[in-house]
């Protein structure tokens, strides 16, 4: 059994919010790869986007990404990682990954300005655009899919943790009892 939980989705979908409280809730660690990109860098995401464009982001954004070394930890990286295969691989092999799920009109809701939240947009893409086009990454990276749309923020957490204890029981190896050994306990 893969020992992490990453959290994929859009910006706003509330990765490192539910993702902070399923690691409590688990007694798992927590991390938040932008802040790491933002430690190792020395500069805010938006400073580093204007600095490097969205190419030299996405480089930063892999490497901080395939390099992280976890163990029992709920990880939470940038929407744009589905965009950077090393990390992917990565985090395929380290962990389950989650994919919380939001329709257009609720990310559009709870995100007013996505280029001051640090949202990578190309020159003349817009948010819905980058939202039809990373879904389908999202999708298939997804080992577990969460859909948030009319859920409170507790609902999200507890649909999570649900699917993720359903997915530990189906992939706990039994174990096979020795008879010889039943018989020496009575």
Same mark, same amino acid.
């Given at each position: 059994?893969?020992?992490?939980?990453?959290?994929?989705?859009?910006?706003?979908?509330?990765?490192?919010?539910?993702?902070?409280?399923?690691?409590? +809730?688990?007694?798992?660690?927590?991390?938040?790869?932008?802040? #790491?990109?933002?430690? /190792?860098?020395?500069?805010? %995401?938006? *400073?580093?986007?204007?600095?490097?464009?969205?190419?030299?982001?996405?480089?930063?954004?892999?490497?901080?990404?395939?390099?992280?070394?976890?163990?029992?930890?709920?990880?939470?990286?940038?929407?744009?990682?589905?965009?950077?295969?090393?990390?992917?691989?990565?985090?395929?092999?380290?962990?389950?990954?989650?994919?919380?799920?939001?329709?257009?009109?609720?990310?559009?809701? +709870?995100?007013?300005?996505?280029?001051?939240?640090?949202?990578? #947009?190309?020159?003349? /893409?817009?948010?819905?655009? %980058?939202? *039809?086009?990373?879904?389908?990454?999202?999708?298939?990276?997804?080992?577990?899919?969460?859909?948030?749309?009319?859920?409170?923020?507790?609902?999200?957490?507890?649909?999570?943790?649900?699917?993720?204890?359903?997915?530990?029981?189906?992939?706990?190896?039994?174990?096979?009892?020795?008879?010889?050994?039943?018989?020496?306990?009575?």
């Amino acid at each position: 059994m893969k020992k992490n939980l990453i959290f994929i989705g859009m910006p706003a979908v509330g990765k490192s919010t539910v993702g902070i409280v399923v690691a409590k +809730r688990l007694g798992m660690k927590f991390i938040d790869t932008d802040l #790491l990109i933002q430690e /190792q860098e020395g500069k805010l %995401l938006r *400073e580093i986007i204007a600095e490097v464009g969205a190419d030299g982001f996405l480089e930063i954004e892999n490497r901080v990404n395939a390099s992280v070394n976890a163990e029992n930890a709920v990880i939470s990286p940038g929407g744009s990682v589905i965009y950077c295969e090393e990390a992917m691989e990565h985090y395929k092999k380290i962990g389950t990954v989650v994919y919380l799920k939001v329709s257009y009109q609720t990310i559009k809701r +709870r995100i007013r300005n996505p280029k001051r939240r640090g949202v990578v #947009l190309r020159e003349g /893409q817009t948010f819905r655009d %980058l939202y *039809e086009e990373r879904v389908p990454y999202f999708e298939k990276y997804a080992d577990i899919t969460v859909c948030e749309d009319g859920c409170r923020i507790e609902e999200t957490i507890e649909n999570v943790l649900n699917e993720v204890k359903k997915r530990r029981k189906r992939y706990r190896p039994r174990r096979k009892f020795d008879k010889s050994a039943k018989a020496k306990l009575k």
